[in-house]
């Protein structure tokens, strides 16, 4: 095997979550040249990733489906042996479709997926085992390696290692306190009460984009900590990955920084607010916490994903987590 094509055009996360089977097929077939197809804005995690030969982009934003006709040409012409889709959606099944490759390997939930040469059922669970989402990705080469799937993993570089180093010369956590749906985010509030709850010789980072800025710097204002740093959009994905491998602990929501921390092995504590793990997007470092509300909640999970509001007005499910649980899984 000469070339193979992963596909992952969906959020961050989700890409980050795919480096799991990366690592399986490199160490599987060293000499092979491994690409992967992303959409705009993730390249950057593979920023002079060791054994990636080419990262392949698609801008969903601008020319969305005339860049996806070029995308074809351009993976054609690549003539892949192997091309694994993790997506079920039309239009990365059409690249997987069409790509000339000498095997093509997806989900039976792609509305190509009749035109695959390997289909694989989509499953959340496996008899009383709920599958994680890199397990589940994992089916789709089962074939091609073995029976064991493997953990994400980035590769900050000497660069971001360097960028980082002199905020890593003291005791500190990470806070990522932003999420894309309200009822996945922890309340900007109770971030500051646990904040306020830290030891003073410990400092707190505050992480995410440049559109998290706002939530950071309210969480900042609000807390009597004396050290407290916003950098909301000051570190670019792989510079984040790097200060949180040194954290004595990264607290996130159920999102995007919980899949950074796992892929370099970093302390974590996941607060799952509306959601929770038995979704198969659960923390996978070696020293991983998950952090929810004790009191059971018959409106709990309220849905898969997030939602922009809370259902039942309440937000329980938020509201109830205590500044004790967050403060419990902190080293002294």
Request: proline share 5%; hydrophobic share 40%.
């Amino acid at each position: 095997m000469q070339k193979i094509l992963v596909i992952q055009t969906a959020f961050i996360g989700d890409v980050v979550l795919a480096t799991g089977m990366l690592e399986k097929l490199h160490a599987q077939y060293p000499n092979a040249a491994i690409d992967i197809l992303v959409r705009k804005g993730n390249e950057s995690l593979f920023t002079q990733h060791p054994f990636l030969h080419e990262v392949l982009v698609w801008n969903k934003k601008a020319s969305k489906y005339s860049h996806l006709f070029s995308l074809l040409k351009k993976i054609r012409r690549h003539q892949y042996d192997v091309l694994i889709n993790v997506q079920r959606f039309a239009a990365t099944g059409f690249l997987t479709a069409f790509s000339k490759a000498r095997t093509t390997i997806g989900f039976d939930k792609n509305p190509f997926s009749f035109l695959f040469s390997d289909v694989i059922r989509h499953v959340v669970s496996e008899g009383d085992h709920t599958l994680h989402e890199i397990e589940r990705n994992h089916q789709l080469i089962r074939s091609l390696t073995d029976d064991k799937a493997a953990k994400p993993k980035l590769y900050p570089s000497a660069q971001d290692e360097k960028a980082v180093a002199g905020l890593t010369n003291k005791k500190y956590i990470c806070v990522a306190p932003a999420s894309v749906w309200f009822t996945k985010q922890f309340p900007a509030d109770q971030w500051t009460a646990m904040i306020d709850a830290v030891p003073h010789d410990t400092g707190v980072y505050l992480l995410g984009a440049g559109s998290d800025k706002a939530l950071c710097e309210k969480i900042k204002s609000g807390s009597q900590h004396p050290s407290v740093t916003n950098l909301a959009g000051q570190l670019n994905f792989l510079q984040s990955a790097a200060l949180m491998k040194k954290a004595v602990m990264n607290y996130v929501n159920d999102s995007a920084p919980m899949h950074f921390a796992s892929s370099v092995n970093a302390p974590v504590a996941a607060v799952y607010c509306s959601t929770i793990p038995a979704f198969g997007f659960g923390p996978l470092s070696d020293n991983s916490h998950v952090i929810e509300v004790l009191q059971p909640l018959s409106c709990r999970p309220c849905g898969l994903h997030g939602k922009k509001a809370c259902p039942q007005q309440h937000f329980h499910c938020a509201g109830w987590i205590t500044t004790q649980q967050l403060l419990a899984v902190l080293p002294r």
